[in-house]
């Protein structure tokens, strides 16, 4: 039975929320291009940024400060916003709450 966290969900599930939402930010190439500015990364640095266990808590966070994107990924993924909440509060406890970039 997964574990959940007062405010959290099971990792598993917070992980493939989390990808899901990188492969959300991909299907746009504005909202990747913003992405790539606010974390620092390029398109041939995000491969090995993304191996770093911080990365998924950076991919919901940028979410999160962007409400019509935030919401767009939510509907499109038929989810309640806060679930993002969630899954950034499960990842960010499992890591240390380390910074995402």
Request: hydrophobic share 45%; glycine share 8%.
């Amino acid at each position: 039975m997964p574990s959940h966290t007062p405010h959290g969900l099971p990792r598993d599930e917070a992980e493939a929320l989390a990808i899901e939402a990188l492969q959300f930010l991909a299907g746009d190439p504005e909202l990747l291009g913003r992405f790539l500015a606010v974390s620092g990364l390029g398109p041939d640095t995000l491969r090995t940024a993304a191996e770093n266990p911080g990365f998924l808590v950076g991919v919901l966070e940028f979410l999160m400060a962007d409400e019509p994107s935030l919401l767009a990924f939510a509907e499109n993924r038929r989810l309640r916003p806060t679930m993002i909440a969630a899954a950034r509060y499960t990842l960010s406890k499992m890591h240390g709450d380390q910074d995402g970039f």
